[in-house]
């Protein structure tokens, strides 16, 4: 328990760069880092002074009147090479301003009427802004809360707190909005004067499940539609000359293939050569850049607009990026890129690489210090329901042999020069099989990557393998990095086919030797979460569950949650609670509705503003659990959404988490 606690303490001391962007010639990096009181601040790195040995970001300086209180984040780069922040007098980000690095105050200032979501610098000395109105929700990727509004009382009619689009000319006081009545946005992009959006007509998250891509005048407003789909779409993006445009369809938090549209003809072709994308972006009219999952690590390159690809690096590490997904910030020539990098060694840390290889070379080191925290993580496989093969990374204390190899055919895109144990793979032993910690992953639609720390379900996968635990973080049918027929077969299917697949990998590591059948434990956060409350309702064979943030009954998440109505109907493959039918299915998926069998001591952890998965869905399963004799406890945050922020929250549940699968045998 010490041991967890104690390297988790000192992981909670990773600090994580954001927002980073590469200017336009490829000298400097702006990113956000937090200051010691916690506020996060723009800072830039000179890349040649990184080369000499400088390896610590500069801070842009803050006004030196005022609160001392401002936020900044969404760092961008204006074409003239000055910074562009989202920025706020606290953590509401309410005003764009434009900096010069040395420069103690802004050059340019505007204020805008909502929390900023996104700024896109056009090449004329414009800005694209893309904000929030007070009250409107956010999904469970942004921590499933309200934009904050302190009307007292809050009202809410339907179509009133919506995402807006505005433009404004650096220099000129003015923000202009674009009028698109009766739609929110979630996505955008503009090029010389026009804007090409991710939109829908629900203006809360669930709308975001029934897209449509738009071209936009920004005068009027007036939208015409490129494409709709059943899907989800990010990252779209207008090529230059004004002909084409490309756009991400996938699932959830979007990791998809490409879809190319003529802005002339409408015509939109999916461009086969790559999937699992997260970001891309045009180098010039005719090649584009990407990046994205590739099994349990990275991949990216190039490719020509009509989809032949020209360049593929694959590397067994996680970059991060806006939503927790892979992207890129690259230079005016297409040449060098630049993000955060991590792998199973090394912490994150700013990077850069040129686009077509992907050879990431840390620049910064901020978390060295750290490094010698890391645990030994391989890549491991085996048969799932169905005979499908499954993939999950296990990490345990210290280096071990493998126990199982990874055949080439299912994870055909690792480095070769670090190989399917990962870097580390190979010597050492532990002594007998050791107690297991499941650690089920949110989505369904999203995966476990190799990274120093996983960060999901609070951070605790790496300070579990610290105690001695063997910790396996399975991706399951369901999960990205395997391409979208693989994502798609959970769909309709939720709790059946993917928890069997994860209890195939325990069954795998049991059957290896490296598993304790008799000190096991299920956790995750999220639908991680639902799928360990779901699991205790299958079978007794966990001796503790630990359930974040998750869903325990379908039928009032469908007009509870935020994503009610979208997200659902989209993986129930349209099971309408407003139907008999509807409602039997979703029961028949609803732990709540199974409580009679369980016997594994559940706790359960939930913010109390999570609109995302409210937190009644935590109170029916403790209701459930408690009447049917089960062992629980409720634990639940006040000020917290979908996953927990404040410090002191987190070290919590940290401490109860542990000290909950010590005391039931676990570890």
């Keep these: 328990m010490t041991a967890a606690l104690e390297a988790y303490a000192a992981l909670a001391g990773l600090r994580v760069p954001d927002a980073v962007v590469l200017d336009p010639e490829g000298a400097r990096v702006a990113c956000v880092l937090p200051r010691p009181d916690g506020r996060p601040v723009a800072h830039v790195l000179d890349l040649s002074g990184a080369e000499s040995g400088n390896r610590g970001p500069v801070p842009v300086p803050v006004p030196v009147a005022g609160t001392g209180t401002e936020w900044h984040a969404l760092t961008r780069w204006l074409p003239d090479g000055r910074l562009l922040l989202a920025a706020g007098d606290g953590p509401d980000l309410d005003h764009v301003e434009v900096r010069s690095p040395g420069d103690p105050v802004p050059?340019?200032?505007?204020?805008?009427?909502?929390?900023?979501?996104?700024?896109?610098p056009g090449g004329d000395g414009t800005v694209l802004v893309r904000f929030a109105d007070p009250g409107s929700e956010r999904d469970g990727s942004h921590l499933g809360l309200r934009v904050r509004d302190e009307t007292d009382p809050f009202v809410r009619t339907p179509g009133d707190r919506r995402r807006r689009l505005a433009w404004a000319r650096v220099g000129d006081g003015e923000l202009r909005p674009v009028p698109l009545r009766g739609l929110t946005v979630w996505d955008a992009d503009w090029r010389d004067?026009?804007?090409?959006?991710v939109t829908s007509a629900d203006e809360t998250p669930a709308g975001y499940y029934r897209p449509a891509l738009d071209l936009v005048d920004p005068e009027s407003g007036e939208p015409r539609t490129l494409l709709r789909t059943s899907w989800q779409l990010s990252r779209p993006r207008l090529a230059p000359g004004g002909r084409t445009a490309v756009v991400v369809e996938g699932l959830s938090i979007v990791s998809g293939r490409i879809i190319r549209v003529d802005l002339v003809t409408g015509e939109a072709t999916p461009l086969a050569a790559v999937d699992d994308v997260t970001d891309l972006g045009w180098l010039d009219e005719d090649t584009l850049w990407f990046t994205g999952w590739s099994g349990t690590g990275t991949h990216g390159g190039t490719l020509t607009a009509d989809g032949r690809l020209l360049t593929r690096w694959t590397s067994w590490g996680t970059l991060g990026g806006r939503d927790g997904q892979p992207s890129l910030s690259v230079d005016r020539t297409g040449a060098l890129a630049v993000a955060v990098w991590e792998t199973a060694e090394c912490p994150p840390e700013v990077a850069v690489a040129q686009v077509a290889k992907g050879d990431w070379r840390q620049v910064t080191d901020l978390n060295a210090a750290l490094a010698p925290l890391a645990v030994h993580?391989?890549?491991?496989?085996?048969?799932?329901?169905?005979?499908?093969?499954v993939q999950g990374l296990l990490l345990r204390r210290s280096p071990i042999s493998p126990v199982v190899t990874v055949d080439p055919a299912v994870s055909p895109n690792l480095s070769p020069s670090t190989g399917p144990a990962g870097p580390?793979?190979?010597?050492?032993?532990?002594?007998?099989p050791s107690p297991l910690v499941v650690i089920v992953h949110g989505g369904p639609t999203w995966l476990w990557s190799t990274a120093f720390a996983p960060a999901e379900s609070g951070g605790l996968a790496a300070a579990l393998a610290h105690a001695g635990a063997a910790v396996l973080l399975p991706n399951p049918r369901g999960s990205s990095g395997r391409g979208q027929e693989y994502a798609r077969r959970v769909i309709g299917r939720f709790g059946e086919d993917d928890l069997g697949d994860v209890l195939a990998g325990v069954d795998h590591l049991v059957a290896a030797g490296v598993a304790d059948p008799d000190r096991m434990a299920v956790m995750g956060l999220s639908y991680g979460g639902y799928l360990s409350a779901w699991a205790v309702t299958r079978t007794g064979r966990f001796r503790a569950a630990v359930v974040m943030s998750g869903v325990s009954d379908w039928l009032s998440f469908a007009t509870a949650s935020n994503l009610g109505g979208g997200f659902d109907l989209l993986y129930h493959r349209g099971a309408d609670p407003a139907t008999p039918q509807g409602r039997e299915f979703l029961a028949a998926r609803s732990p709540v509705c199974h409580a009679a069998g369980v016997t594994t001591p559940t706790l359960i952890l939930h913010g109390a503003e999570d609109r995302t998965t409210p937190v009644g869905q935590?109170?029916?399963?403790?209701r459930a659990w408690s009447a049917a004799g089960v062992r629980t406890q409720l634990?639940?945050?006040?000020?917290?959404?979908?996953?927990?922020?404040?410090?002191?929250?987190?070290?919590?549940?940290?401490?109860?988490?542990v000290a909950w699968l010590t005391g039931n045998g676990v570890l």
């Excluded at 200032?109 to 896109?120: A, N």
């Excluded at 580390?424 to 007998?432: C, F, L, N, Q």
């Design 424 to 432: 580390t793979g190979g010597g050492g032993t532990e002594a007998g």
């Design 618 to 622: 935590a109170e029916q399963l403790y």
């Design 377 to 389: 993580q391989e890549e491991i496989s085996w048969t799932g329901q169905d005979g499908l093969a």
């Design 193 to 197: 004067g026009v804007v090409l959006a």
């Design 107 to 120: 050059a340019w200032r505007v204020r805008v009427g909502g929390e900023i979501e996104d700024l896109v």
């Design 635 to 657: 634990v639940v945050y006040p000020r917290e959404g979908h996953e927990l922020t404040e410090k002191a929250h987190r070290g919590d549940a940290a401490e109860r988490v």
